[in-house]
């Protein structure tokens, strides 16, 4: 098995932490984005898509998301549990985790790739170019800024995002926080519900990967 | 259980097949999104974030989208499977999955949100107003064209889209090409093993619904 992972970037560390909770061990190799090596003819080969994380198993079967990856590692190492024991977990869980993902990891996104100068054509991620959206950018600031001050909210009094229990609803959530970083963003100052939050997951080992 | 609904729409649509395909009986409630109902004082109090689908439980707990809707009912109804029984097999309808709701399902949204005019000020679903971005909408379609042109390596040979057994894959790539239609788009002409899947994913009786 190998993981084909970017240090640096925001994707391929939400199925990075998840590997450190579950405590396995996976060959990694870097695909470094900033040279535009998910462009390259080998990485190609290993995923058309051109993107990072990759989990490649020695069959040849290929996960070219962190969906797919989660899927896969989940059913192979039930524990420690990060999506939910019960059925209700298992649905505040996975509930949580789409709202994280698409109201926060992909509104930071369309916010960073379709303003910065170094993202020029690379609005999307991927083989395909498309040019970035200025107009998309101004919404996903819009958006970003009301996501992480909704976060409070979301936190609330409860020690993880989802109850009880850490969660992939929380490594995304951390991922959303840690990154928001690039557009000069973060948690409102008066956030105290969102900052203890983000202090207790910060201080997890698998939070440095 | 309640389950909101509305009968025309392409979201709600991927929860009420997969609930048809599970033969699970739950009471069904229409929310008119024709006429803006979902933004009704009543509804948000069932979901402040003013979509559907929701699942909501007798004692309170609400699902609000499809990912938290089928990961509790297929907690609480395992079979028929939809999610894959094998670590493998997990992996795979989940990566397929969540390619086709990112590159087919949220493409062919951005295309028509952002064009239509019953849509001005309606750009992404929910409470917030946004403003149509025309040059998103012609991005959506590139991209709406180019997943559904590649539907038929995405099928290939295999009786459905994740392998020889029916999926959740199967069911939000069906409402991908169902709902295609509203921007005068559809499979390729030449596309026969895309035309040969989808033709037998609709003559499911889940597929009326």
């Given at each position: 098995m190998k993981f084909y992972d970017?240090?640096?970037?925001?994707s391929p560390r939400r199925a990075r932490v998840f590997i450190a909770e579950k405590g396995i061990d996976i060959e990694t190799i870097q695909v470094d984005l900033g040279n535009r090596e998910q462009l390259s003819d080998w990485f190609r080969k290993i995923?058309?898509?051109?993107?990072?994380?990759v989990l490649s198993l020695d069959d040849g079967t290929t996960y070219t998301n962190t969906a797919g990856i989660r899927a896969y590692l989940d059913a192979l190492?039930?524990?420690?549990?990060?999506?939910?024991?019960?059925a209700q977990a298992k649905g505040r869980i996975a509930d949580l985790q789409w709202r994280i993902e698409t109201e926060g990891m992909m509104a930071r996104a369309e916010a960073l790739r379709n303003s910065v100068p170094g993202m020029k054509g690379r609005a999307?991620?991927?083989?395909e170019a498309y040019e970035q959206i200025p107009e998309l950018a101004e919404r996903g600031k819009a958006r970003a800024a009301r996501f992480l001050a909704g976060i409070e909210g979301l936190v609330g009094?409860?020690?993880f995002v989802a109850g009880d229990s850490y969660s992939v609803a929380d490594i995304d959530l951390m991922v959303v926080v840690d990154f928001a970083g690039w557009l000069k963003m973060g948690l409102p100052d008066d956030a105290v519900n969102a900052r203890r939050w983000h202090e207790a997951v910060s201080a997890r080992a698998s939070a440095k990967f």
């Open positions: 970017c240090s640096t970037a925001p995923n058309p898509y051109c993107t990072v994380p190492y039930p524990e420690p549990n990060l999506m939910g024991h019960t999307l991620t991927g083989l009094a409860k020690p």
